[in-house]
Nanobody, 133 residues
Framework: QVQLVESGGGLVQAGDSLRLSCAASGRTFSNYAMGWFRQAPGKEREFVAAISSWRGGSTSYADSVKGRFTISTDTAKNTVYLQMNSLKPEDTAVYYC?????????????????????????WGQGTQVTVSS
């Protein structure tokens, strides 16, 4: 079992930055790949970023955020981060942290899965990010 708690969302203006945090716990946590997904009002949930292990490894990003967002981990704190720079109104969404036990995150885009995959073994409660024009 894995428990995930997101934080760091808020209301910002276009061009600003935010850093989302995902605190993870559970005795099998070290075996999981970590990812971020988002869901905007009226739209389907979509992939944002992933890393193949909470201890580090290969990363993958959606085309819409590549070059602006960075996923990283802090092993000592059991925390995954999503640094979001140059935010756009199109980034407005609820952001969800995810943990998946398929090897090296192979369920997800860029790590072996299709771009349409929004499945995961565990989800956080989500944190709202709103970007104004």
């Amino acid at each position: 079992q894995v428990q995930l708690v997101e934080s760091g969302g808020g209301l910002v203006q276009a061009g600003d930055s935010l850093r989302l945090s995902c605190a993870a716990s559970g005795r099998t946590f070290s075996n999981y790949a970590m990812g971020w997904f988002r869901q905007a009002p009226g739209k389907e949930r979509e992939f944002v970023a992933a890393i193949s292990s909470w201890r580090g490894g290969s990363t993958s990003y959606a085309d819409s955020v590549k070059g602006r967002f960075t996923i990283s981990t802090d092993t000592a704190k059991n925390t995954v981060y999503l640094q979001m720079n140059s935010l756009k109104p199109e980034d407005t969404a609820v952001y969800y942290c995810a943990a998946d036990n398929r090897p090296y995150g192979s369920r997800w885009y860029g790590l072996g899965g299709p771009s349409s995959s929004v499945r995961s073994d565990y989800w956080g409660q989500g944190t709202q990010v709103t970007v104004s024009s």
